[in-house]
């Protein structure tokens, strides 16, 4: 082993599902973490989970589980999840999917309260991996675990240093909590934010849901004081009654963004191959999106800009809004695209009108959009930026 310790509307379902979701914290937040399937193999999953489990100081002990190494990576294994004799809150498992049963089973046994499945061979590959995932999911409701995947990248909480996935390197800490159900969606995401400088506070591959499904994440987020926004990729929906009831209290104080893919139906199909799940009905998914508070955007760039602006920019505590631009064309097309999406221009006030009159020249626009004209040099967008901001509408 190894220790990386440092210094709205009332819905019925609502406090059942938390409830339920409560066991996420032994995911989300370990104090110790088995790496089942952890190998000294270059390059491999089970070499990469167990480095990125000790190279991010979560503040927990890690445990390797090989039944034929006595070590990996010089730390002491174990050859059953069982044979430790210390609790384990989080079990890693990335053995293949016809162990993955028996595995769940020992978990149980050894009163593991939670897992993250990275192993792939189930659902996806049709009806044999449907019978082995029913399997898997008997015996974690035997033990009464939540299990997060199977066929996933992994979990992160850069706020408490826990990288549980087989990615890179952990992401930064920040205030958005992002969920896919695509883990090769996870790692552009990730990739672009170390470009862009955007955090997270909590990065989830949730890969084909057989447990913990869209709305215990979105419940658990919901109360997770680092998380001021959702964003989340989705290939299919699942349980629809959990996540509506989810959505609809937590995007009441937390913006839920979604690209749901699968709209067209080769999408579909393709979808359906990559996560064994059925999309739904894409104009019934739009209405219940709209009813509980979703915004769905339609392409990853806009999942990225939402992303970013999330991240960076307080939310809007309105639909007005005062554009300022140094060319008219632009200042036009910025006026299209928010009143097309249900914004308005915020009318300026006298004070404001007299303040722009001061600081800009005499030919500029007189209105929002503030036109504060080709030759704006940084004094005057500095003075421009100051005066529209005191604009109490």
Sequence with gaps: MVSN????????????????????????????????????????????????????????????????????????????????????????????ARTVPGVIRECAAAGVKGAIVISAGFKEVG????????????????????????????????????????????????????????GALCTSILDWSFRENVGFSAFVSIGSMLDVNWGDLIYYLGDDPNTDSIVMYMESIGDARSFLSAAREVALTKPIVVIKAGRTEAAAKAATSHTGALTGSDDVLDAAFERCGVLRVNTIDDLFNMAEILAKQPRPKGRKLTILTNAGGPGVLATDA????????????????????????????????????????????????AAAANNPR
Excluded at 23 to 43: H, K, N, V
Excluded at 147 to 167: E, K
Aim: with cysteine; charged share 15%.
């Design 5 to 96: 310790a440092t210094s709205a509307s009332y819905d019925p379902a609502y406090s059942i599902l938390r409830a339920e979701s409560e066991p996420l914290r032994a995911i989300f937040s370990p104090r110790s973490m088995a790496i089942i399937g952890a190998s000294e193999t270059p390059g491999s999953v089970g070499q990469t989970l167990l480095r990125n489990a000790i190279s991010s100081p979560f503040g927990g002990t890690v445990y390797p589980v090989n039944p034929k190494r006595e070590s990996v990576l010089g730390i002491e294994a174990y050859p059953s999840i069982g044979a430790i004799g210390k609790p384990v809150d989080l079990a890693l498992i990335a053995t293949p």
């Design 127 to 182: 009806a044999a991996g449907v019978a082995l995932e029913q399997e898997v999911l008997a015996e974690a409701r035997k033990g009464n675990m939540r299990l997060i995947g199977p066929n996933c990248l992994g979990v992160m909480n850069p706020h408490l240093g826990l990288n549980a996935t087989f990615a890179s390197t952990i992401a930064n800490p920040g205030n958005v909590g992002f969920i896919s159900q695509s």
């Design 338 to 385: 928010l009143t097309r999406d249900g914004g308005e221009l915020a009318p300026l006030s006298d004070q404001v009108l007299a303040d722009l009159d001061a600081c800009l020249p005499p030919h500029w626009s007189h209105g929002n959009p503030i036109d504060i004209l080709g030759d704006a040099d940084p004094a005057r967008y500095a003075a421009s930026v």
